[in-house]
């Protein structure tokens, strides 16, 4: 069956350190999408993109990294600059233009500790 | 910029009454809806969406929305809830280019038995 994964789970960080979290869809999507989500707050865009080896800034990007070096894979970074990197992330994909609408992925809880 | 603004933060109803959540978009032109649902720990589902046309969409789980444009609203209906209802449901807009959704900041609804 199609559809997008996050992996891992739950992911626990200690301060000063860079992780990654893993987002893999097999829905032969063009664009993906790096979601972060706090409680009361919704959804707010990290980063997305349309295309392979191109990304764009969402409304939250500062303390973040990503690559698109396949059309499959959108890997997000949580580098040691993001000062309150704590929370509920999700990946989503969807295509350019007709079908609106995204899948997502089942998210990733990420603890500093 | 697009904006979705979702006034209840919570909502309780009783299992068998009727549901409505509200949803109320800033947007010039004739927008681009989506109705999601989040179970706890999860990714999100799309319940419906709104693109033009019928002004009345229908979507999975018995849920439906209505597309007001002089209201500028976009209410999610359920005409009788099931306990397994009870989630967070969130309203989204695409936002310019490369089909950014932008969401609410969700309802949060509880069901008693």
């Known amino acids: 069956d199609g559809g997008i994964t996050q992996s891992p789970k739950y992911l626990f960080r200690k301060e000063g350190q860079n992780v990654t979290l893993s987002c893999e869809q097999n829905?032969?999507?063009?664009?993906m999408y790096w979601y972060r989500q706090d409680p009361g707050q919704g959804l707010r865009l990290i980063y997305y993109?349309?295309?392979?080896?191109?990304?764009q800034k969402g409304d939250i990007a500062e303390g973040y990294s990503v690559s698109r070096e396949k059309k499959e894979s959108f890997p997000l970074t949580v580098t040691s600059a993001q000062k309150n990197p704590t929370a509920f992330y999700l990946c989503a994909s969807g295509k350019v233009t007709g079908n609106y609408g995204y899948t997502f992925g089942s998210g990733t809880r990420l603890t500093v500790v | 910029a697009q904006s979705v603004t979702q006034p209840d933060i919570h909502i309780t109803v009783s299992e068998g009454a009727s549901l409505e959540l509200r949803c109320n978009y800033s947007y010039g032109a004739t927008p681009y809806l989506f109705w999601y649902v989040q179970s706890p720990g999860q990714g999100l589902q799309l319940l419906l969406k709104y693109f033009s046309g019928d002004t009345l969409v229908q979507g999975i789980k018995g849920f439906e929305a209505e597309f007001k444009r002089s209201q500028s609203s976009f209410n999610l209906r359920k005409p009788s809830v099931h306990w397994s209802d009870a989630a967070e449901y969130f309203c989204?807009?695409?936002?310019?280019?490369?089909?950014?959704?932008?969401f609410g900041t969700g309802t949060q609804l509880k069901v008693e038995l």
């Open positions: 993109s349309q295309i392979v080896n191109d990304f």
């Open positions: 989204a807009v695409v936002q310019g280019g490369g089909n950014k959704l932008t």
């Open positions: 829905l032969n999507h063009d664009a």
